[in-house]
């Protein structure tokens, strides 16, 4: 049986960015560009005209911005968008996934330049991760975070022992949505150390920190070298570089540093979990939210055998159910949750 071809329609006011994103993406075998749109409102009428699989998006477009048109498309028509952004370190791409967008792609620079060859790796891995993206779950994720984001009931009396302190997470396709939810809904400061690996560019985690900060009761910052892992304290991974840990006398450091070559998704999560695993023991709660690849699975392993505890996010709430399947198939994940009861599950299991 020959592969699904994946058919993509390009939304951008640059005739060269234009160009040059369907150039990318028309040597690769199995993407056919359907057509291009030069701004939100021509991006609509050739949606409905052409019907495509998935669509790259530019946010700054004249006439009808990017935000208008994945309001329209997603009440209409809820496609896959990724969007090519080159406001490095805005907000706007969060509030783009936010409005229904499922990836986004980070442009070397706003001006017209040849550096754009540059995302091709990136861009095309992405299309293919995200080509087939049930919308349903994506637009669930949406419509739960604007209603009350409140822990739902306890519904069972299980107890777990209260000796796990520190909570690591990874994450990759459909994280930033999935850890908003997940961060909103613990509505009082606890005494639990957390810390994130999302597989996200240099450039955009600070403003996913600062984004976060704002809708919970815990401090979430973009870690630092020399930060302190602390008690009501989030970390997370600056884009491209990995987050582990190091003891100081009494108190457990954050150490950011360059990933190896052989890591080809980063910030890593098998390393933030191992190197976790190795300070925190079985004191350690790992968690493995959607996203696509194996990155986490060796890490999971680790995690057991120092006597920590796993969870993995289900199929039917992961918008890539790729690596919470692969973590899921070494036999170390002790329990399979939905994103609606996991923050739930993570403060039982820390005795809450």
Known sequence: ??????????????????????????????????????????????VFDLKPDLITLDLEMPRMDGFSFLRILMQNR?????????????????KALDF?????????????????????????????????????????????????????????PRVFPSGLTQVVIGASTGGPPALQTLFTA?????????????????????????????IGSLEIKEAENGDLMKPGRVLVAPGGRNLTF???GGDVIAQVGEPSPDQRYTPSVDAMFQSS?????????????????????????????RGGQVLAEAEESSVVFGMPKEAI????????????????????RCGY
């Not at 994130?196 to 704002?214: C, E, I, Y």
């Not at 198939?329 to 039982?348: C, F, K, N, Q, Y």
């Open 1 to 46: 049986m020959s592969e699904r071809v994946v058919r993509v329609l390009v939304v951008d006011d640059s005739a060269y960015n234009r160009r040059t994103i369907i150039r990318m993406l028309e040597e690769i075998p199995g993407i056919q560009v359907l057509g291009y749109a030069c701004n939100g409102e021509e991006g609509l009428r050739k």
């Open 329 to 348: 198939a070494t036999g170390m994940v002790d329990r399979v949750v939905p994103l609606a009861e996991l923050s739930r599950e993570i403060l039982i």
């Open 186 to 214: 613990i509505r009082s400061r606890v005494e639990i150390g957390f810390a994130v690996s999302q597989h996200m560019p240099p450039g955009f985690t600070r403003a996913f920190a600062d984004r976060l900060n704002k």
């Open 246 to 248: 190091r003891r100081r």
């Open 100 to 156: 229904g967008a499922v990836e986004f792609v980070s442009k070397p620079s706003a001006q017209i330049s040849p550096e754009l060859f540059n995302i091709r790796d990136d861009l095309l891995r992405k299309v293919r991760e995200v080509a087939g993206t049930d919308m349903r779950k994506v637009l669930q994720r949406s419509k739960a975070r604007h209603k009350d984001a409140g822990l739902p009931a306890r519904t069972s």
């Open 78 to 94: 809820p496609t896959p968008v990724i969007v090519i952004s080159s406001r490095s370190g805005d907000e706007d791409v969060f």
């Open 277 to 305: 695993s190795e300070i925190f023991g079985d004191q350690l709660l790992a968690v493995v939210l959607t996203g696509m690849g194996n990155d986490g699975a060796r890490g999971v392993r680790l995690v057991k055998q």
